[in-house]
């Protein structure tokens, strides 16, 4: 079976973790401030702080922009459920935006509609999802019209650019996940970036329990430290990513070259002046036809996934609090057809032709 993803571990990284080990700074210490420095400066940003997770880096970008309760925060319903949720745990409300259908993330024409309708927005959390960077022209035009403040969501997009400066970097505040299945990984952990001092100063206290100096605590905060163990994995990752969203990118070059003249299926577009890291190569095919799809495709041992196959206000939990069905038609629709095939850099020459050769075969195409 071809895995639909595959983190790959190698001897650097296990060395470096071994001398972490020996050394028993097993929590804080000097391999999360390397990692640090280093992940800000592959990313464009003045400031890296390293969290537990990407969804904690979320909780902290927000309240670094000072997103509190009673806040309306806009944001794409097709997205990982921890978007929302960060807003939700700042006790602010989640606006859903509808998303462009040709690139699945929230399309400004639909924002600035909601920008007007809401008022008072505090802030937008833009997800860059499956590694394809939003319009960021459009959006930073939006935000020095309406005022709010920029988060991005780069969890699926480490190394992605919009007309060659990186994501993460663009926003009052960003968040990044190494999750093991990421692009790059620590195991669990993330980074909140900024560009703003302030804001550092106040993200280092969130995920330290608020503390201001050794034992003075001026703020709430929580614990959301990434180990020393993690970090130590993530500076070896680093140095790999590069060359890891290289193969990422070959591979979709070449799903695209050999799916584009199929009628059943509609492969990912790459708009101008940005650079897609493929977290996910995704491509959508008819509702009905899904099921059988990835059957077909499990069947002959190519292993697929669906990212997302239900909107964020669909979501038990969301329905309780009363969002209702219908809202992001364009959402709920890519939500029936999206399939997301291995596009990772552990796939060999075979393996690839292996998912061209079964996805051409599939009704017959070969
Ligand atoms: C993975 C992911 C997160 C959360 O990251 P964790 O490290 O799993 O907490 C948030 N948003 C998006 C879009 C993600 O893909």
């Given at each position: ?45 003045k ?16 309240l ?6 009673g ?9 990982f459920?921890?978007?929302s ?5 700042c006790?602010?409300?989640p ?7 040709e690139?699945?993330n929230?399309?400004p ?9 809401e ?5 937008v ?5 499956y ?10 035009k ?18 992605a ?23 790059m990984t ?11 001092a ?11 329990h608020g503390?201001d ?5 001026t ?14 994995i ?7 990513l590069e ?5 990422r990118?070959s ?24 650079r ?7 491509v959508?095919?008819?509702?009905k ?6 059957s077909?495709l ?10 997302y ?10 329905k ?5 069905n219908?809202?992001?038609?364009q ?36």
């Amino acid at each position: 079976m071809i895995n639909a993803a595959s983190p790959i571990i190698g001897d650097k990284e296990k060395k470096l973790t071994a001398e972490v080990l020996s050394s028993k700074m097993l929590a804080s210490g000097k391999y999360v401030k390397d990692f640090e420095a280093a992940f800000a400066a592959y990313c464009g940003a003045k400031f890296a702080i390293a969290n537990a997770n990407g969804t904690t880096a979320l909780h902290t970008a927000l309240l670094t922009a000072g997103v509190k309760a009673g806040d309306k925060v806009i944001t794409t319903p097709f997205s990982f459920i921890a978007t929302s949720n960060s807003i939700l745990f700042c006790g602010a409300k989640p606006i859903f935006c509808d998303i462009d259908p040709e690139t699945f993330n929230i399309d400004p024409v639909l924002l600035e509609e909601s920008l007007k309708k809401e008022k008072n927005v505090k802030a937008v959390i833009i997800v860059h999802l499956y590694g394809l960077p939003c319009n960021m022209d459009a959006i930073l035009k939006l935000k020095k019209k309406y005022k709010f403040k920029l988060i991005e969501d780069a969890c699926q997009a480490h190394g992605a650019e919009f007309k060659g400066k990186k994501v993460g970097s663009f926003g009052d505040a960003s968040a990044f996940s190494f999750y093991a299945t990421k692009n790059m990984t620590t195991g669990e952990g993330g980074a909140t970036l900024t560009n703003d001092a302030s804001s550092e100063k106040y993200a280092r206290q969130i995920i330290n329990h608020g503390r201001d100096g050794h034992s003075t605590f001026t703020v709430l905060g929580y614990n959301y430290r990434m180990t020393n163990i993690a970090a130590s994995i993530g500076i070896v990752q680093l140095e790999q990513l590069e060359g890891w969203i290289k193969k990422r990118i070959s591979n979709a070059d070449k799903y695209n070259e050999a799916f584009k003249d199929l009628k059943f299926l509609k492969t990912p577009i790459v708009p101008l002046h940005t650079r897609h890291v493929f977290h996910q190569y995704t491509v959508r095919v008819k509702p009905k036809e899904r099921e059988s799809f990835m059957s077909y495709l499990k069947d002959n041992g190519v292993g697929c996934g669906v990212y997302y196959d239900c909107v964020l206000y669909n979501q038990p939990f969301y329905k309780k609090l009363g969002y209702k069905n219908g809202l992001c038609p364009q959402a709920q629709q890519a939500a029936k057809e999206v399939v997301s095939l291995p596009v990772h850099p552990s796939l060999s020459k075979a393996d690839i032709e292996k998912v061209i050769k079964t996805v051409l075969s599939y009704k017959g195409c070969l």
